[in-house]
Nanobody
Framework: QVQLVESGGGLVQAGGSLRLSCAAS????????MGWFRQAPGKEREFAAA????????YYADSVKGRFTISRDNGENTVYLQMNSLKPEDTAVYYC?????????????????????WGQGTQVTVSS
């Protein structure tokens, strides 16, 4: 049974930072693709960042590139999303997801259907 548990969300002012954590069990993060998606009220869930099994290559949505950093701690079997320079439009529920897919290339990691397990989500609210 694969389980993902997110934590670290909260309320922060614009320009501030937060670090989200995703603790995984039942699957090793270093041998899997791990992604962060987000869903704002009234909008579809969208891709934010991913880190793949091979060498830890990372991919980012244009909207977060240069501000967010995805990383993993193999010993803790945990994936992180460091979010800096937060904007009100970053307000959303953030979801962690995992995929057994082993391919090279960013496009597939941006698609929700590529992932087979999801966490429950953590709320991030950025005030202006």
């Amino acid at each position: 049974q694969v389980q993902l548990v997110e934590s670290g969300g909260g309320l922060v002012q614009a320009g501030g930072s937060l670090r989200l954590s995703c603790a995984a069990s039942g699957r090793t993060v270093s041998s899997s693709g791990m992604g962060w998606f987000r869903q704002a009220p009234g909008k579809e869930r969208e891709f934010a960042a991913a880190i793949i099994w091979s060498g830890g290559s990372t991919y980012y949505a244009d909207s977060v590139k240069g501000r967010f950093t995805i990383s993993r701690d193999n010993g803790e079997n945990t994936v992180y999303l460091q979010m800096n320079s937060l904007k009100p439009e970053d307000t959303a529920v953030y979801y962690c997801a995992t995929t057994p897919m082993r391919v090279i290339g960013s496009r597939l990691y941006q698609i929700r259907s590529s992932y087979d397990y999801w966490g429950q989500g953590t709320q991030v609210t950025v005030s202006s």
